[in-house]
Structures are given as C-alpha cells and as structure tokens.
C-alpha cells in the first residue's frame, strides 16, 4: 500500500490534501476581495507541524489557476537569515529577489526593464549591480540606499499589479514563517511599522502573515492585537491540528493498512496530538495489515522520535543552559516560578526573560501561573536520553 507523505512535502496532490476544506473556503473568500480593490491583510498561525506550509502551497496553486499573481515567500530561506545576521538589509534582499523572481517566472511584462529605470531614475548610489537570471539586483552601499531600495520593494507588488491589470485580477503576497523576524531585536518594532506603512496604501495587493506560533505568543498580539501594528485589523486564522475524529477518518481513507484497536489508535492519537506531520511519520513507520496493539504504537514511536523531532532538537541545541534547566526541572511535574527557581537555586526574578521565550517557541505553556512542558515528543526524548546515558543532552 502507498504510504502517506512524508512531513517534508510542501506540497500535496489534490489527492493527497485533506480536510482543511473550511478553512481553505473561508480564506480564499476573503482574498477574493482583492479583485475589488479591497483586498484583506491576514495572519495565519499554528504549531509546528500542522501544515501550514502545505496549506498555503494549496492557496497559491488554486489561486494562481484562478488568474492572480501569488508569490509566496520563506523568511525562513533567506541567506542572512541561514547565516545567523538576520538584518532589516537581509530581509528585504531577500523579499525583493523572491518577488521578482516569481513574478518572471509568470512572464510579467518588463519587470526588469522597470527595475532598471527605477534604480537609474532615483538617484541610487548603489555600490554595484549583480544579476541573477536577468533580474537586476542592487549591492547596497549606504543606509540612505537601503531606506530607498525597502520604499521601492515594498510598493512594488502594487507597481506589478497597476502595469498588469489586464493579466492579473489582483496580486496576493503571503510571507511564510515571518515569525523570525523576532530575531532582528532593536529593528523589529520599526521594521513592522515601516512594513504596515507601506502597505496599508495598495488596493490591489492582498497580504497573509504566516509562522509557527502559538495562540500564546505575544507576537501576535505585537502584529495583530487591538495595540498591535495593524490596529486589530489583521484577520486572524488559526490552523488547529485534526481532532480525535478527523485523524481516524484520515487514516481509514488514506491508509486502511493500518489497522488499529481503540486501545492502539487512542495510544497513536496520543503520541501525535493530531498534528499531520507527527501523523504521518508515525503511520509511516507502522507494521502494515496487522491488528495493531498499543504497545505496536509505542514501540514503533520509541524507536522513530528521533527522526520524528528533529525540528525540536534542533531548538533545543540552540537554547541556553538555563533555559534547558527549566525545561528539565518540569520533565516530571509542572510547577510554578518559585518552585522552579528553588529547584535551579536561583532568584525567581532572574528567569522571566527565559519563561518568556520558551513559551514564545512553543516549548512550555504557562497555565494560571503554573509551567509546563508544552512538546511531550521533547519530554519524551530527553527522559530517554537521560535512561539511556544517565545525562541530559545539554551538548548535542
């Protein structure tokens, strides 16, 4: 039997997508306004793994056959982003190279030859110019250029919309993993503000926020709250792993090879809490055409969780000491502030700025004032490595 995809697909065959059938109604309604000249700004969020990506690759193909210009860009791919020296100049390469690339694949007229009249016709000083399959890329030489070169990209999906109406009913602009933005410090809040600027004037050009983040991240508030930078007028989408129900149906349509008790298939929900990516490795790896038993699922999760989370891992290979601490002081129960702080022996001041992060990453959840640990594949882990050699994985 064909085996589900794998997690690392981006992109499904109408086959292969299921369920997100509501939600992929009601937001591309939304964007349909776009042809209207009113076109929405929207944030999608959800935990890691839930599919978002896949979700919003669905989006751009539908929308795309349907007559507009969709270009999806990954922050998460741009080079000072991968190099650790993420900077306002980064990022906007980044989005600028993404934008006219897409944009020429779908045989825009004259991109180019306007980029170049552009950057000749407004006195940029720019260091040098270096193409890329014949898009003309500028080598910015000061900070004056910089501040030029984000006024000109970010208007540009409307500049491409506004020589195009005849090809194009509009132009939909969705940022996937916008969430590490966060990295840029100092220059987030004025980054935002500048972004929202500019945008907020084009009739034409819809715009989605994506990333992986949860409900509880103040991020989302900072972009999309009533104080946030869009003025609470960002519509806000949530992409919840599949329920109990949702998974059954998805595996008895999609891999009747597996077959399970309602004892196994309670166990597998369990390991995967729904999200597809951990649904989909999980099954994949199963004995196929047996009555499966709880402790098949088990077993088969044990010996898979490595592979399974190496998202997480690499997360915690990045954490400090201390935020590794108060992951490890919650292994075995959720506790509060104080408690954690008498467990590391140190002053409950001192971990606010390490409580607040690893719930930023989704990693713990703070319930009433009591912690815990958020990702059980992680808790998982760590107690198998600490059975396994007796020490946590604090060097990986």
């Known amino acids: 039997m064909k085996l589900l995809p794998w997690g690392t697909r981006q992109k499904l065959s109408n086959e292969e997508f299921f369920n997100r059938k509501i939600e992929l109604s009601n937001i591309k309604n939304q964007l349909y306004s776009t042809v209207e000249s009113n076109p929405p700004e929207m944030l999608l969020t959800g935990v890691r793994g839930v599919g978002k990506t896949v979700f919003l690759n669905k989006i751009k193909a539908d929308l795309t056959d349907e007559g507009y210009l969709v270009i999806l860009i990954d922050f998460s791919t741009a080079e000072a982003y991968q190099r650790k020296k993420l900077s306002v100049k980064g990022i906007i390469q980044h989005y600028y190279d993404e934008l006219v690339t897409q944009a020429t694949e779908k045989n825009i007229y004259n991109i180019q030859n306007r980029i170049k009249k552009y950057f000749t016709t407004h006195n940029f000083k720019v260091k040098d110019y270096k193409t890329i399959e014949r898009i003309p890329l500028p080598i910015i030489g000061s900070e004056d250029d910089l501040r030029h070169l984000t006024k000109f990209v970010l208007n540009l999906p409307q500049k491409i919309y506004e020589d195009n109406p005849d090809k194009i009913k509009g132009v939909i602009v969705i940022i996937d993993e916008f969430q590490i933005i966060k990295e840029m410090d100092d220059y987030l809040d004025s980054f935002l503000w500048v972004f929202r600027g500019h945008i907020q004037n084009h009739n034409n050009v819809a715009y989605m926020l994506s990333g992986s983040m949860s409900l509880n991240d103040p991020f989302i508030q900072d972009v999309a709250g009533q104080k946030g930078v869009f003025g609470g007028r960002m519509l806000t989408h949530y992409l919840y792993p599949f329920n109990k129900e949702t998974t059954k149906t998805y595996l008895r349509e999609k891999a009747p090879q597996y077959i399970f008790t309602e004892e196994s298939f309670d166990r597998f929900y369990k390991c995967t809490k729904g999200v597809p990516y951990y649904i989909n490795t999980l099954a994949n790896h199963l004995p196929q055409n047996i009555t499966l038993t709880p402790e098949d699922v088990i077993e088969t999760f044990d010996n898979n969780l490595f592979s399974m989370i190496k998202s997480l891992i690499a997360i915690w290979i990045n954490l400090s000491n201390m935020e590794k601490d108060i992951i490890i002081a919650l292994i075995e129960q959720p506790l509060q502030r104080k408690d954690i702080a008498n467990k590391l022996n140190v002053e409950s001041g001192t971990l606010s700025k390490y409580l607040t992060k690893l719930i930023q990453l ?35």
């Not at 004032?369 to 992680?378: R, V």
């Open 362 to 396: 989704d990693l713990i959840s703070n319930n009433q004032g009591t912690y815990s640990i958020h990702e059980d594949m992680l808790k998982r882990w760590l107690k198998m490595e600490y059975e396994d050699k007796k020490v946590y994985p604090y060097r990986f």
